[in-house]
């Protein structure tokens, strides 16, 4: 099981030079990824910042460890600029970007401050034709898209990813099932509880049986978890399961940057013991 690190793009993180730093510290320490969030509104007056300007910042500053948002909100982005967002950072990473995607949340201030669909329902048929705008976007060949939500005239974009393809995770609330099913058509599942609370090995092993179910592929494939320290009898546990990453988060409680700091520079050995 690898192991990566989650960041926040708001609050004590929207500081672009502390991600990088912490970024930094990650490569240094043996870390296997660092990603951060995309998030627009927290709350009002909240400090937030842009996640691909400081994953372009963090690509530049690091050399291995494998990068990206974790996870876009498509449905909020016009698909053909994440697109070219993305091709341009995985070029600049030289193939190290993993693409995190969802529905996006919370949908009140996410999408409701600009007036942009709440609705899940719609947001979900965004994210499935986004997502298939992305990968045209990405083949380097002619493409033409016309859906319910977005249209694109036949044109070819250019540079091609170094990675053909990119990763791409596709993150869903527990128990829904559905982002489970459109998981499996892409190259990993990241499952988050509705609840907030943590996803447990039972979980897991649902997830892993149903999206197994559902994959018409047989290449590699990940089983994403993230959040706070767990013991090293649940990291067992998990792997077994059949993860394949784990993504630490900083406390909900705060931390204070330089606590945060040092267990990031302790390495992943020292978090899992």
Request: no cysteine.
């Amino acid at each position: 099981m690898r192991f990566g690190l989650s960041f926040p793009n708001f609050g004590s993180y929207a500081e672009p030079s502390v991600l990088v730093d912490l970024a930094r510290r990650a490569e240094v320490a043996g870390w296997d990824g660092f990603f951060v969030w995309d998030h627009i509104v927290i709350s009002d007056g909240m400090p937030v910042v842009d996640p691909w300007v400081v994953l372009g910042a963090i690509a530049q500053a690091t050399s291995h460890i494998h990068l990206g948002p974790m996870v876009v909100a498509l449905p909020r982005h016009r698909p053909w600029v994440v697109g070219r967002q993305a091709v341009s950072l995985d070029r600049l990473s030289d193939g190290r970007l993993i693409l995190g995607v969802g529905l996006g949340y919370p949908p009140d201030e996410e999408f409701g401050t600009f007036h942009d669909p709440v609705d899940a329902a719609v947001r979900a048929e965004m994210l499935d034709e986004g997502l298939e705008i992305v990968r045209g976007v990405w083949s380097g060949q002619p493409f033409a898209h016309e859906g319910r939500h977005y249209t694109v005239e036949r044109i070819t974009f250019a540079p091609a990813p170094i990675q053909q393809p990119i990763p791409i995770w596709v993150a869903g609330m527990l128990p829904n099932r559905r982002p489970l099913r459109r998981a499996a058509r892409y190259d990993g599942v990241f499952p988050i509880r509705a609840d907030a609370a943590p996803v447990t090995v039972d979980d897991v092993t649902e997830t892993v049986a149903y999206v197994d179910t559902h994959r018409s592929g047989d290449g590699p494939y990940d089983f994403v978890v993230g959040g706070a320290r767990r013991s090293l009898d649940e990291y067992q546990a998990l792997e077994e399961a059949g993860v394949t990453w784990y993504l630490g988060e900083p406390s909900q409680e705060g931390e204070p940057i330089e606590v945060v700091a040092e267990w990031v520079s302790a390495g992943p050995d020292a978090y899992v013991a």
